[in-house]
């Protein structure tokens, strides 16, 4: 599988992926600047967490107007399966490939710990290694994980089944109090339509082998692999 990382300036887990990546792949992973004009032929794009551009104006927001962006997202829309981590999550939210918008954290402070997820849909091109209902643990890390979205978006992303992650207690109820950053619903992740983009604020590539102290990140890849070979 050949995998595309984009890197914009201020990324700071775009190794972390291609090292995740590299262990689950079993292809070449290409680090493509953001200053390309194209992604070269691929299976699969991430766009990693960081702070890109600074996190400057809102987070993504620079980023999305990146010259790599035009054809990461022509090529998203006909059906390249993408990925968003934190600040990925975020791009694609300003980008239009994903609805909605990451606010700064409820608590005004930045948020690194792990958080508990129930996994919403699990029919996706990155879920399809978790139980639907099941409870993972991925470590968080932003200022602005906030997902925002008017009612109706949320009642569609509900009614849809493109919410992908909530935050829940380790016995998986939906809590305020399980929820690091205020997220509208306790949304930590949400797909497009097709199940083929996805945006997730936590990020796998920080537990995906038992070195790092848990494995719960490596469906995540092992679910594009199995989507791919499908």
Same mark, same amino acid.
């Given at each position: ?7 914009? *300036? ?5 190794? $972390?992926?291609? =090292?995740?990546?590299?262990? /689950? ?15 070269? *032929? #691929? ?9 890109? &551009?600074?996190? &400057? ?6 980023? !999305? ?5 035009? $054809?990461? =997202?022509?090529?998203? %829309? ?6 968003? +981590?934190?600040?990925? /999550? ?10 909605? =918008?990451?606010?700064?954290? !409820? ?7 792990? =958080?508990?997820? %129930? ?5 996706? &091109?990155?879920?399809?290694? &978790? ?5 993972? %643990? ?9 997902? /925002? ?10 009614? $849809?089944?493109?919410?992908? /992650? ?13 929820? *690091? ?5 306790? +949304?930590?992740?949400?797909?497009? !339509?097709?199940? %083929? ?6 990020? *796998? ?10 494995? $719960?990140? !490596?469906?995540?890849?092992? #679910? ?7």
């Amino acid at each position: 599988m050949r995998s595309s990382v984009i890197v914009f *300036p201020g990324s700071n887990c775009d190794r $972390d992926v291609k =090292v995740a990546l590299e262990a /689950f792949a079993q292809g070449p992973v290409q680090m493509v600047w953001h200053g390309e004009a194209e992604v070269p *032929p #691929s299976d699969m794009i991430v766009l990693p967490g960081g702070f890109s &551009y600074g996190d &400057y104006l809102r987070c993504g927001a620079m980023a !999305a107007h990146s010259p790599i962006m035009t $054809d990461v =997202v022509a090529k998203a %829309r006909n059906g390249m399966p993408t990925l968003g +981590i934190c600040n990925g /999550f975020q791009m694609l939210c300003e980008t239009g490939l994903l609805p909605g =918008v990451l606010m700064r954290n !409820a608590s005004l402070k930045f948020v690194c710990r792990d =958080v508990h997820l %129930r996994v919403e849909n699990s029919t996706t &091109y990155f879920t399809n290694r &978790y139980a639907a209902g099941s409870i993972t %643990r991925i470590p968080v890390a932003h200022h602005d994980g906030n997902y /925002f979205a008017d009612e109706a978006t949320l009642d569609s992303l509900e009614g $849809d089944g493109n919410v992908v /992650f909530r935050y829940v207690t380790p016995e998986g109820d939906v809590t305020a109090d399980a929820n *690091p950053n205020g997220a509208q619903r306790n +949304i930590a992740g949400i797909c497009d !339509a097709s199940g %083929r983009i996805v945006g997730i604020m936590p990020h *796998p590539e920080r537990l995906h082998e038992a070195m790092l102290g848990g494995t $719960d990140g !490596a469906k995540i890849f092992e #679910s594009a692999i199995a989507s791919l070979v499908a």
